[in-house]
């Protein structure tokens, strides 16, 4: 069936703004004492929502705690160090001509996502942004991949998934929907080569454009 639209992740698959969680999760945890992460032990930890990456860090016990103190101070950080990723605006301006609906689907707080989208002007391209806490889900739920398909008007057989983690290949595993993984962001392809041997695994979003057929269009930027 032909792909008719594109649900996107966020952070490792269009855009990089690892620099400002690090230092947001850096500085929160020395707010409480704590030893600072590694910028590799933020980005391997990321992935889920905020409490899950917490957890992952600091353990259970502080980690609701954390995230209360995160909130603001990434909100203070959150552009410092952001930028696209290579093919990120040319594959939402090729959908665009083509006809492709897309949107994102990610467990950033849905406020955050939507900012970073805005800031990074990717917001004017997309159907939608769905965050953290704009539904009572989060990935790698099928009800939420569900209620983006809705939103979106297509199935799960003619919308493609694209992502950079294991979150993502569970997502759209879980309502059959195919998808393709990026080494750009949280995991490399060997690893991410270990959740299916079938899986397509590219190295960034312009290697992702032959796979759709789409328009050969001028990205104008």
Known sequence: MPIRAILFDLDGTLIDQFEAIHRAFALTLKSMGLPDPSYNEVKKAVGGA?????TK???Q????????KLRPIFEKEMLNGLKLLPGAI???QKCL???IRTAVVTNKYGPHAKAACDYLKLSEHLQFVMGA????????????????LKKLGTSSQETLYVGDSPYDYQTAQNVSMPCILLSTGTHSSD????????LI?????SEVLPVLNLPNIESSI
Do not use: H, Q
């Open 90 to 92: 040319e594959i939402l």
């Open 191 to 198: 690893e991410l080569s270990k959740l299916n041997r079938n």
């Open 133 to 148: 806490d704009d539904t009572e889900w989060k990935k790698p739920s099928p009800n939420l991949t569900s209620f983006a």
């Open 57 to 59: 860090l600091i353990g």
């Open 50 to 54: 905020s409490e899950s990456t917490m």
């Open 97 to 99: 001509a083509g006809n």
């Open 61 to 68: 016990e502080r980690a609701k705690e954390a995230v209360r």
């Open 201 to 205: 695994i590219k190295r960034n979003l």
